[in-house]
């Protein structure tokens, strides 16, 4: 389990960010209505004694390279005991959505990109001292022939191989909005496959909280 006052980051892109204060998102200034207050919650009514920080530096729209940009002064410099870092989805739009959402000169990431950004952000993390939790993206939708949902596969494939190269935690969320769609339909969760109300964000709390528990600070 986390130790007393141990500082947990949460980063990534839209689905962190959920409207989350700035400068920095806390219990304090508002965490956002997404995962990251839901898992601030679970901890502070589950181990009120460990006094867990929980801060939330997503920002939507980032991708995996606008993310490690501002790893250093956004995120790390806040000093987490433990950070989650959950991006490539804005990688993986922008193959599908310029022309129509962006304009043509927006840039346009490949995979091998993708896997650069986040290998660098996990040496940058571990250097630290601090303990890393990998998080794939989803794509709620359970054909996996579905062009979009095949190419977050790809990506989350990358994420799983360098969590088990580095060593990281690792929280396979794709593989939990899965177990749910067996039983229920994805417009449950999300009207645009992407952005998950209230029950796909407890969903990926649920998830995370299962693997920070693993966690020996």
């Known amino acids: 389990m986390l130790k007393k006052y141990a500082r947990i980051g949460i980063t ?3 689905v962190t960010d959920c409207g989350r204060a700035r400068p920095v998102g806390c219990r ?5 209505n997404g995962y990251a207050f839901f898992i601030d919650t679970a901890l502070s009514a589950l181990y009120p004694e460990q006094k867990i920080w929980v801060d939330n530096t997503g920002i939507a729209g980032n991708t995996s390279r606008a993310l490690l940009a ?9 000093k987490p005991d433990l950070l989650i870092i959950m991006t490539g989805m804005n990688n993986v ?3 599908f959505d310029i022309g129509t959402h962006f304009p043509e000169d927006v840039e346009k990431l490949d995979i091998e990109h993708f896997e650069d950004d986040v290998r660098q952000m996990i040496e940058k993390t571990l250097a630290t001292g601090c303990k890393l939790i990998l998080a794939t993206i989803f794509f709620l939708e359970p054909n996996k022939n579905d062009p979009i949902r095949k190419m977050c596969d790809e990506y989350n494939a990358v994420v799983k191989k360098l ?12 593989a939990a909005f899965d177990k749910f769609m067996e039983k229920e339909s994805a417009y449950l969760l999300a009207f645009d496959r992407i952005h998950p109300n ?3 964000h407890y969903i990926i709390a649920n998830e995370l909280l299962k693997v920070i528990e693993t966690v020996e600070l």
């Not at 501002?70 to 806040?78: K, T, Y």
């Not at 969590?163 to 794709?174: L, P």
């Open 93 to 95: 739009w922008r193959h």
């Open 198 to 200: 209230a029950t796909g």
């Open 12 to 14: 990534g892109a839209s």
């Open 163 to 174: 969590a088990d190269e580095y060593g990281t935690y690792f929280c396979d969320v794709q």
């Open 70 to 78: 501002r790893l250093d002064d956004d995120v790390l410099s806040r």
């Open 28 to 32: 304090n200034t508002g965490l956002g």
